[in-house]
Nanobody, 132 residues
Framework: EVQLVESGGGLVQAGGSLILSCAAS????????IGWFRQDPGKEREGVSC????????WYADSVKGRFTISSDNAKNTVYLQMNSLKPEDTAIYYC?????????????????????????WGQGTQVTVSS
């Protein structure tokens, strides 16, 4: 059974930092792309960042470039999202998801945006709230 479990969310002041974790199980971790998405109530789910667990190639949304860093620890089947210089507009529920093949996911992201339809397995989400 494929499982993705997010953790690390919380309440932080603007300018602060958080590290989100996505622990995966039930599939061959090092053959996937793992993406982070976020969603505010009433808004569409937005792709934030993605990493290929094969070659560690990455993609970031323009809104988080230079502030967020995605990384993968294949030995622990875990992907991290380091979030620095947080802004109130980063407030959302953050989800991680898995898709394959990872090269197609990363390629399509660089052509436009991270396509939520490519991802078949999702975690339950973790709330991030940034106060002003």
């Amino acid at each position: 059974e494929v499982q993705l479990v997010e953790s690390g969310g919380g309440l932080v002041q603007a300018g602060g930092s958080l590290i989100l974790s996505c622990a995966a199980s039930g599939f061959t971790f090092d053959r996937y792309a793992i993406g982070w998405f976020r969603q505010d109530p009433g808004k569409e789910r937005e792709g934030v960042s993605c990493i290929s667990t094969i070659d560690s190639s990455t993609w970031y949304a323009d809104s988080v470039k230079g502030r967020f860093t995605i990384s993968s620890d294949n030995a622990k089947n875990t992907v991290y999202l380091q979030m620095n210089s947080l802004k109130p507009e980063d407030t959302a529920i953050y989800y991680c998801a898995a898709a394959r093949p990872p090269w197609e996911v990363i390629r399509s992201a660089w052509l436009g945006t991270l396509d939520v339809q490519l991802f078949g397995s999702w975690g339950q989400g973790t709330q991030v709230t940034v106060s002003s």
